[in-house]
């Protein structure tokens, strides 16, 4: 079983900047993607970024320019982080830490990020 532990959200005026992060944990995993998706209020589940362990990254046009994703795959350690610059009201929402083996998929609780004035 794999355990997320996501950090970092919070209220912030638009044009600020948050940094997320989610930490694996659990019993031994192969990870093949690591990243975040987030949902509005009224919307669907959306992808904001992702990365995989050969380094490709896939990201949501509205926040490209904007957010990066980076991991730290270090020894004993699997955290991914989302550096968000630029915030939006749009941005608004519950993010998600996403965790993909080759079988499974692991969501973290939830961290909500606010962007209002």
């Known amino acids: 079983q794999v355990q997320l532990v996501e950090s970092g959200g919070g209220l912030v005026q638009p044009g600020g900047s948050l940094r997320l992060s989610c930490a694996a944990s659990?019993?031994?995993?192969?990870?093949?993607?690591m990243g975040w998706y987030r949902q509005a209020p009224g919307k669907q589940r959306e992808l904001v970024a992702i990365t995989t362990q050969d380094d490709r990254i896939t990201r949501a046009e509205s926040v490209k320019g904007r957010f990066t994703i980076s991991r730290d795959n270090t020894k004993n350690t699997n955290t991914v982080y989302l550096q968000m610059n630029s915030l939006k009201p749009e941005d608004t929402a519950v993010y998600y830490c996403?965790?993909?083996?080759?079988?499974?998929?692991?969501w973290g609780q939830g961290t909500q990020v606010t962007v209002s004035s």
């Open positions: 996403n965790l993909q083996t080759g079988s499974n998929v692991f």
């Open positions: 659990g019993s031994r995993f192969s990870i093949y993607a």
